[in-house]
């Protein structure tokens, strides 16, 4: 069982940034895939930015919507994965959500197996 705990999430003006944060226990960091997904009421949840697990290369890849105003990362020793976000828009208002898994068949958009409560991002215009 994995516990993810997001945080960072507030209220920021259009073209502003924010970082938000999550924190992982329950099973070794390391072997876990992450991503970052948000989810308006009303509309599924969708796919933001995932960063594979531990090995020489990690990869990472976005949703259109956020390449090259996005940025996630992770940190093993602090069981911690990031999403830096610049440039932000209002149409990024959304509540944020942290997955993981340690499946052998990760695929950078999911499935994932476990998730954060969500952390909520609104951004004014």
């Known amino acids: 069982q994995v516990q993810l705990v997001e945080s960072g999430g507030g209220l920021v003006q259009a073209g502003g940034s924010l970082r938000l944060s999550c924190s992982a226990s329950g099973r070794t960091f390391s072997s876990l895939a992450l991503a970052w997904f948000r989810q308006v009421p009303g509309k599924e949840r969708e796919f933001v930015a995932a960063?594979?697990?531990?090995?020489?290369?990690?990869?990472?890849e976005y949703a259109d919507s956020v390449k090259g105003r996005f940025t996630i990362s992770r940190d093993n020793a602090k069981n911690s994965v990031y999403l830096q976000m610049n440039s932000l828009k209002p149409e990024d208002t959304a509540v944020y959500y942290c997955?993981?898994?340690?499946?052998?068949?990760?695929?950078?958009?999911?499935?994932?197996?476990?998730w954060g409560q969500g952390t909520q991002v609104t951004v004014s215009s």
């Open positions: 997955g993981a898994t340690s499946s052998s068949e990760y695929r950078p958009r999911g499935p994932y197996d476990y």
């Open positions: 960063i594979s697990r531990r090995g020489v290369y990690l990869y990472a």
